[in-house]
């Protein structure tokens, strides 16, 4: 049976997820970034103005492609997780590679989306963010378009925005702390 939507619970569970896999998706994500990692380590003892421009879009150039394909593995891996399966992160590897365009293709419309709404008084920003909270994860596990995972979202999200937004404020203020 079905739990009712809970902001705690939804939180509680991710961080369990993290903890007991951190194992296997930390040194996961060390990986996809580890050249943006020597690069920055490297520009620590070589800081010019010219070195961090060339930071500026490589630092991008890296995190763009490494981001989508580690935020579609471990939407994957977690997804897998609340499901009740065990994780085979070789197979969150193989969908990750499979979905990471779409992935970024989604990343880039949702951004630009939010923030263009955001442009209007911040408020329409906010409520873009939580109709469109859920599109990422459709695209990785319902393998959906670009327009239809931001379709889904909307859906899926329908009756659930003011808890989304709870999450996102709870969510936004841990990272500030």
């Not at 951190?22 to 990986?31: G, Q, S």
Request: some cysteine; proline content about 4%; charged content about 10%.
């Amino acid at each position: 049976m079905d739990q009712p939507f809970s902001a705690g619970r939804i939180i509680s569970n991710g961080f369990a997820i993290a903890a007991k896999n951190a194992h296997v998706m930390l040194p996961l994500a060390v990986i996809l970034f580890l050249p943006l990692i020597i690069y920055t380590v490297w520009l620590l003892d070589n800081l010019t103005v010219k070195n961090a421009e060339t930071y500026d879009w490589l630092s991008s150039l890296i995190s763009l492609p490494m981001g989508g394909l580690l935020t579609a593995i471990l939407l994957h891996a977690t997804i897998s997780s609340l499901k009740g399966e065990s994780i085979e992160i070789m197979t969150s590897i193989k969908v990750g590679l499979k979905r990471v365009l779409p992935v970024i293709l989604t990343s880039i419309v949702v951004g630009l989306c939010t923030g263009l709404a955001t442009l209007l008084l911040i408020i329409p920003g906010l409520i873009v963010m939580c109709y469109l909270w859920v599109a990422l994860p459709s695209v990785v596990i319902e393998g959906t378009s670009v327009t239809d995972a931001m379709s889904r979202s909307a859906q899926l999200t329908e009756g659930y925005r003011w808890q989304i937004f709870g999450i996102a404020m709870l969510s936004g203020g841990l990272m500030i702390v």
